[in-house]
């Protein structure tokens, strides 16, 4: 991990032995803090189970719940954790998918400074605040998805 600015970046990389030195070959995951900071990582079977911060914006994303133009309008402030999402990365060929999503309790509490930001906003706010009080906050990958088609239904408007 590493620091810039403001910014605190961490990584999962893939590496190679050469000889006595070791090469980066791939970067699997990383940012920074809410925008993909890595919380842990580790190696199951085959593939790397990492855990990322993700904002409204990137779970969204993520999910692929939506167009671009709807995940471009919701909040994706490097400090604004909405989420710690769950990746399974396979490394051959290189590929995804989400394991599971922890609804972050400090986000509810921030949602009130953010509830001005658009109604695709208010929106995932408002479904945010319907998983707290059904007390669902920790969903695997097909509640995960759930969460996502309920985001499709309510909160993307058709044109």
């Known amino acids: 991990s590493g620091g810039g600015g403001t910014g605190h970046f961490t990584n999962v990389f893939g590496l190679k032995r050469q000889g006595d030195k070791l090469k980066r070959v791939a970067e699997y995951a990383g940012g920074d803090r809410c925008n993909g900071g890595v919380e842990n990582a580790k ?14 914006a990137a779970i969204i994303e993520l999910t692929e719940a939506a167009p671009e133009a709807v995940f471009a309008a919701l909040d994706d402030s490097a400090i604004s954790c909405a989420g710690l999402v769950t990746l399974e990365i396979a490394t051959t060929p ?6 599971g999503l922890q609804l972050n309790e400090d986000y509810a509490r921030m949602t009130r400074a953010t509830t001005g930001a658009g109604p695709e906003q208010a929106c995932f706010n408002a479904l945010f605040a319907d998983y ?13 998805r ?14």
């Open 43 to 56: 190696i199951v079977g085959d593939k790397i189970s990492v855990r990322i911060n993700a904002t409204p």
């Open 132 to 144: 707290k009080a059904r007390d669902q906050m920790a969903l695997d990958g097909a509640q995960t």
């Open 94 to 99: 290189k590929s995804q998918a989400i394991a």
């Open 146 to 159: 759930e969460f996502a088609k309920a985001f499709r239904s309510k909160c993307v408007t058709k044109k």
